[in-house]
């Protein structure tokens, strides 16, 4: 159940006096048809004591073929679908669904929120800008993320929209994938657990949660055409293994299913994802949205298990009408994909407690997103020279584009619009349009100008790389952020910085031995100048308050506690594919031209990328290989440090590993503590997987006792033949330590 006990007392409380005030407006007659209906006699659903199977099987019986075929599709999208004449009721959001009033079941309100409510601008409103997804799995925090999901839960009900599309949870499979910023990373457990403490913390507040891009959507060229070759264990245990997690933590009420095939079929009409693994195996019982123009059947994808077509009705209107009437596609087929968007619109409280426009928290909503950024911007170098001491420092250099006004944030559909437009531009020209680079106004140079009034602060943009070394050897310490841009829909063509800043570090590092990179990323990046610089900060896409938090780090207010939920290679050379297979001109989707739609539609045709590294992705690859990276998963440093010792296994039907973890420095900290497994050889698994983590805090001196109980799963591989998890009899070595290439403790059991 989604819904948790105090929750249903709140949501009943709802209902109550949602019915109270449906009674008032029938008596002064101010009900409008758009209203929805209630009344316990010729409305029993509407019971909230009743379970969310048996209230949305009971709406299913009175409903007509047409009502049943209104909730299986949006109503369009300039571009890329026709748009019918109902889109005009749309809330502004990506997606709408016709709600049926005469049955009391509102319309479907979707918007993007991957890292915060997008089209708020648009719509004239405001919306709070979290770090970047992958910026919040590095905080390894489950209570953290919990916060990230139920600020958005708030911010998208306040703008009166019930379903999220964020959700995203594709493994960096590929670092160049532009849209690493909006996954959580390598690592099936970790994307899974974040990404469901994300959907748990969205749900809570009542809207329908989602999880995607189900599945193996792990590059964006071609990603309408692209057929992914991948082995049915492999899949299993890395991309999809992290949906399990996740969906198994959130009971997430929707899953997209993507653009790409797999193994030969479109990921929306792919019986093997959706009807086999997702609703049979993992028991999903919400429904599947297609991702926009990722429909290309009608019988195929009904039969295959999609439930929904986004954004129009190509396939899922009219025709699925006929193909209904014509005995094509079974009735008992129409019947289920409507139960399970009513069962998510039941589990997930939209109609006990529909969303009502309000005000934003700004306040709230800013100091959630810099505390998160505190826990998630990761110190990978420290010669000794951060925490920078405000008391003593007399000079600053600050250098890097726009690091006088803003910082980068993530572009496509997950873009957040920055209160005022985007910060380089001049005020009331800054409206955000798809793929442009938009900086929140979120100042670096003002931030530590704030955090030291007596020193001298002084800003050089670096397009000058000479005038800018120039004013770093005048200052007694140079702080530079540099930035890489990504976007939806399109790979970035190496892991190098953009914009020349290798050769600005190079300069700025080789004018003043006192430079601290504050990297602003949404992917690992290369670091050709990683011996010269004497700090670096990795501080993704800080959000609305990255500045304010970067400072707090960098001055030591903050001590830093996040751990890299990524690798990052020393090159492109490293990477199991060192170069991204990209596609044809026939095979690339282009919805500018007329009709560029349909050809999408009919499915465009495919080419080949074949994932024969399996699940080897990141660390896992790196280990197999033996290769020597240059930040490995799991890393980060701290301004103090911490010591490991007293392993304890105890084996079981879920191993319990206890060890005790020290802060032998002079601050107080927090460690993630990491736990690994090497399997027994007969698993022909890589080196090591992670399998569980603890975030602990500790005062200067203090030590504690951490007990993590194993999931078995997390050691089992996965059976083709039995369709299931098994256990591999035999020794498995726990290692436990700081970061994935750093694991002090080890022992062996034997398990069976
Ligand atoms: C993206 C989805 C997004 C949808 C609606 C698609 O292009 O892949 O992630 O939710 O658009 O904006």
């Not at 407006?25 to 006699?41: H, N, R």
């Not at 016709?98 to 009391?104: A, C, D, S």
């Not at 990179?517 to 990795?538: F, K």
Request: hydrophobic share 40%; proline share 6%; with cysteine.
């Amino acid at each position: 159940m989604i819904l948790r006990e105090a929750e249903t007392m709140k949501s009943h409380t709802n209902q109550k006096l949602f019915r109270h005030f449906f009674f008032f407006m029938i008596l002064t007659g101010t009900l409008t048809s758009s209203v929805a209906q209630s009344s316990d006699e010729t409305h029993p659903w509407m019971n909230p004591s009743l379970s969310p199977d048996d209230r949305a099987a009971m709406v299913v019986k009175e409903m007509t073929l047409d009502e049943k075929i209104t909730l299986l599709h949006g109503t369009g999208q300039k571009k890329l679908s026709p748009v019918s004449p109902q889109a005009a009721q749309s809330n502004g959001g990506a997606g709408y669904v016709v709600g049926i009033p005469r049955l009391g079941i509102p319309a479907i309100q979707m918007a993007d929120a991957a890292y915060g409510v997008t089209k708020s601008g648009e719509n004239g409103r405001y919306s709070t800008a979290l770090p970047a997804d992958l910026g919040a799995a590095a905080s390894w925090d489950l209570d953290a993320a919990y916060e990230y999901g139920a600020l958005i839960g708030r911010e998208l009900r306040a703008q009166g929209y019930n379903m999220t599309l964020g959700g995203g949870m594709n493994l960096t499979r590929e670092p160049r994938n532009g849209r690493t910023f909006e996954y959580m990373g390598e690592d099936p457990l970790l994307a899974g657990k974040m990404v469901g403490a994300v959907m748990r913390g969205e749900q809570a507040q009542h809207v329908i949660g989602d999880l995607k891009h189900y599945a193996v959507n792990d590059q964006e060229s071609g990603r309408n055409a692209v057929n992914v070759n991948i082995d049915q264990r492999a899949a299993r245990e890395s991309d999809l293994l992290a949906f399990e997690v996740a969906l198994q933590d959130s009971n997430a009420a929707a899953v997209m299913c993507s653009y790409n095939r797999v193994n030969g079929d479109f990921a929306c009409e792919n019986k093997y994802l959706l009807n086999e693994v997702l609703k049979k195996d993992w028991g999903f019982k919400g429904f599947v949205v297609s991702d926009w123009t990722a429909t290309h059947s009608t019988a195929k994808a009904s039969a295959a298990g999609l439930d929904q077509e986004e954004p129009g009705f190509v396939f899922y209107g009219a025709d699925l009408k006929k193909a209904v009437e014509a005995g094509k596609v079974p009735m008992a087929e129409v019947d289920d994909h409507v139960r399970r968007v009513l069962w998510a619109m039941f589990a997930s409280g939209v109609i006990d407690d529909p969303p009502q426009k309000g005000v934003v928290e700004v306040g709230r909503g800013l100091e959630i997103a810099q505390r998160i950024e505190e826990q998630s911007a990761v110190l990978l170098k420290n010669d000794g020279q951060l925490p920078l001491d405000p008391a003593g420092i007399r000079s600053i250099a600050v250098i890097g584009p726009h690091a006088d006004v803003g910082m980068i944030s993530g572009a496509g559909s997950a873009q957040v619009d920055p209160p005022g437009g985007n910060a380089i531009m001049p005020p009331g020209q800054g409206q955000t349009h798809w793929q442009d680079k938009i900086w929140f106004p979120t100042s670096p140079l003002k931030a530590i100008r704030a955090k030291v009034p007596a020193a001298q602060v002084q800003f050089a943009s670096g397009t000058d790389a000479a005038a800018a070394a120039a004013l770093a050897k005048s200052a007694e310490v140079a702080i530079i952020f540099a930035y890489q841009w990504e976007t939806e829909d399109i790979d970035l063509a190496d892991l190098s910085l953009p914009e020349h800043q290798d050769d600005l570090i190079a300069k700025v590092a080789a004018a003043n031995p006192h430079t601290v990179v504050v990297l602003e990323t949404g992917s690992p990046v290369t670091m050709p100048w990683a011996d010269q610089a004497g700090a670096i900060l990795e501080a993704w896409y800080g959000g609305s308050r990255g500045a304010e938090a970067v400072v707090n780090i960098l001055f030591g207010d903050v001590n830093p506690s996040a751990k890299l939920p990524v690798t990052f290679p020393r090159s492109e050379a490293d990477l199991p594919h060192p170069t991204i297979v990209k596609p044809g001109p026939e095979s690339v989707a282009n919805f500018d031209v007329p009709d560029g739609w349909k050809r999408v539609a009919a499915g465009l045709p495919a080419f080949q990328v074949t994932y024969d590294e399996g699940t080897k992705v990141g660390y896992k690859w790196y280990d197999a290989e033996n290769k020597t990276v240059l930040f490995p998963f799991g890393y980060g440093l701290s301004y103090t440090t911490y010591s490991y010792s007293n392993l304890k296994v105890t084996p079981g039907k879920n191993p319990r590993v206890s060890f005790t973890v020290t802060n032998t420095g002079k601050r107080s900290g927090a460690e993630i503590a990491e736990v690994y497994a090497s399997l027994p050889a007969a698993a022909a698994e890589p080196p090591k997987q992670l399998v569980g983590w603890s975030k602990i805090k500790l005062d200067a001196g203090e030590s504690k006792e951490v007990t993590i109980e194993v999931d078995r799963k997390y050691l089992s591989i996965f059976s083709v033949e039995q369709n299931g998890w098994q256990l591999v009899p035999g020794e498995y070595t726990f290692l436990v330590g700081g970061s994935s290439r750093d694991l002090p403790l080890k022992e062996t059991v034997s398990l069976n």
